[in-house]
């Protein structure tokens, strides 16, 4: 079964860890605009993040975005998501598409490196994100990325997405440069109003690039 090249653009919202209210706070980003949400909980309750990811899916449904789960292949696999991102440390491409099947989005992280991107995109990387791009409250030791690596990636033929203490006001910078999706994490859900600042996010979009 061939492999659709993946359309991403916009705001790509990452969930914070353990939170009472996940689901309330996914809900208003997607009420806000963002266009892929990923589960992201590095935490070992593995009871808890099942149940969660599986209202997440639910979520997602409704709002016809994709869930992705981050590094976790099998809890990607049991609650339905639509794909999977990969650290370089977690499972390789081909052996997530083979557990979640050929129309899986299987996404990856490129950190600073251009040549790991360009190995990704060839080994079928459905999206390459790079970062972090400014300092990160949620990895303040993440290696940095550079403006310059999205034009350059631009010829891998793969959505770009930047991640890495991304807000409103640095944004714009990102998206010019060639980031098909801005991936925010603490400026997003650790806004007083979630659903505003998803808006004000998603609405870059709609001014910068065509």
Avoid: W
Wanted: hydrophobic content about 45%; aromatic content about 4%; proline content about 5%.
């Amino acid at each position: 079964m061939p492999h659709h090249p993946l359309t991403l653009r916009g705001l790509y919202a990452v969930t914070d860890g353990p939170r009472d209210d996940l689901v309330e706070a996914c809900a208003a980003a997607l009420d806000g605009g963002a266009r892929v949400l990923q589960y992201r909980d590095k935490s070992g309750d593995d009871a808890r993040r099942l149940r969660e990811a599986r209202a997440l899916q639910a979520l997602c449904a409704a709002h016809r975005v994709p869930l992705i789960v981050n590094d976790d292949v099998e809890l990607a696999a049991a609650v339905g998501a639509a794909g999977v991102h990969l650290g370089e440390d977690d499972a390789g491409i081909a052996q997530a598409r083979a557990r979640l099947g050929a129309d899986a989005i299987v996404g990856v992280s490129c950190y600073d490196s251009i040549d790991r991107a360009r190995q990704l995109a060839a080994a079928g990387a459905d999206y390459l994100a790079f970062g972090a791009f400014f300092p990160s409250p949620t990895k303040p030791r993440a290696r940095r990325a550079t403006i310059g690596l999205l034009r350059e990636a631009r010829t891998f033929g793969k959505p770009l997405v930047a991640i890495g203490g991304i807000t409103p006001d640095n944004a714009p910078v990102l998206v010019e440069a060639g980031a098909d999706c801005v991936a925010v994490i603490s400026a997003l859900f650790g806004a007083a109003d979630v659903r505003a600042e998803a808006q004000r996010l998603a609405a870059l979009f709609d001014t910068t690039r065509s």
